[in-house]
T-cell receptor
Framework: NAGVTQTPKFQVLKTGQSMTLQCAQDMNHNSMYWYRQDPGMGLRLIYYSASEGTTDKGEVPNGYNVSRLNKREFSLRLESAAPSQTSVYFC????????????FGSGTRLTVV | QKEVEQDPGPLSVPEGAIVSLNCTYSNSAFQYFMWYRQYSRKGPELLMYTYSSGNKEDGRFTAQVDKSSKYISLFIRDSQPSDSATYLCAMSSEDGNQFYFGTGTSLTVIP
């Protein structure tokens, strides 16, 4: 099925460990995004990529890095995980034209202990 | 002040009730207005979108946009237990490159 695929679905990390969250889309969208969702905070943008080869910071970029590997793939890396990064992470892709439409992945539940 | 404000609820209604969900916003450049539905432990899914002002109906769902008041609404008629979810409003300017989300309203429809 066409859409956005995120891996892994669940992960537990110890403080200081690193990991990479993977995201791939097969809809030929140019724009891709990483959000975190916390209770009472809604979706907060971490980083986005308007096109292959470009990335920009969002609202909460500290502690994260991203790589737009190609048009399909956009990865999020935590270099040294902290308990404050415990969250649900969503990747999304967007088709700005003719009408904008975000398609989300199913999410990665990350716990940092 | 956040760009998009949404009452988080929670909202609990009996089956068959009419539900009204609302968001306000501050950026007059917003032109696209969307509602996403998010079931527990799932990603948000697009439910409806509206361009500029006006109403849009899709089955039991009606989306309204009042740009003069910077206020959008989603109405659910004859609510069903399967409508129990979190509803997020989202908005974008004309370029459509970045969405701004409300925090979401949690809805429970009681059988």
């Amino acid at each position: 099925n066409a859409g956005v695929t995120q891996t892994p679905k669940f992960q537990v990390l110890k403080t200081g460990q690193s990991m990479t969250l993977q995201c791939a889309q097969d809809m030929n969208h140019n724009s891709m995004y990483w959000y975190r969702q916390d209770p009472g905070m809604g979706l907060r943008l971490i980083y986005y990529s308007a096109s292959e080869g470009t990335t920009d910071k969002g609202e909460v970029p500290n502690g994260y890095n991203v790589s737009r590997l190609n048009k399909r793939e956009f990865s999020l890396r935590l270099e040294s995980a902290a308990p404050s990064q415990t969250s649900v992470y969503f990747c999304a892709s967007n088709r700005p034209r003719p009408t904008p439409r975000y398609t989300f992945g199913s999410g990665t539940r990350l716990t940092v202990v | 002040q956040k760009e998009v404000e949404q009452d988080p609820g929670p909202l609990s209604v009996p089956e068959g009730a009419i539900v009204s969900l609302n968001c306000t916003y501050s950026n007059s450049a917003f032109q696209y207005f969307m509602w996403y539905r998010q079931y527990s432990r799932k990603g948000p899914e697009l439910l409806m979108y509206t361009y500029s002002s006006g109403n849009k109906e899709d089955g039991r769902f009606t989306a309204q946009v009042d740009k003069s008041s910077k206020y959008i609404s989603l109405f659910i008629r004859d609510s069903q237990p399967s409508d129990s979810a979190t509803y997020l409003c989202a908005m974008s300017s004309e370029d459509g490159n970045q969405f701004y989300f409300g925090t979401g309203t949690s809805l429970t429809v009681i059988p």
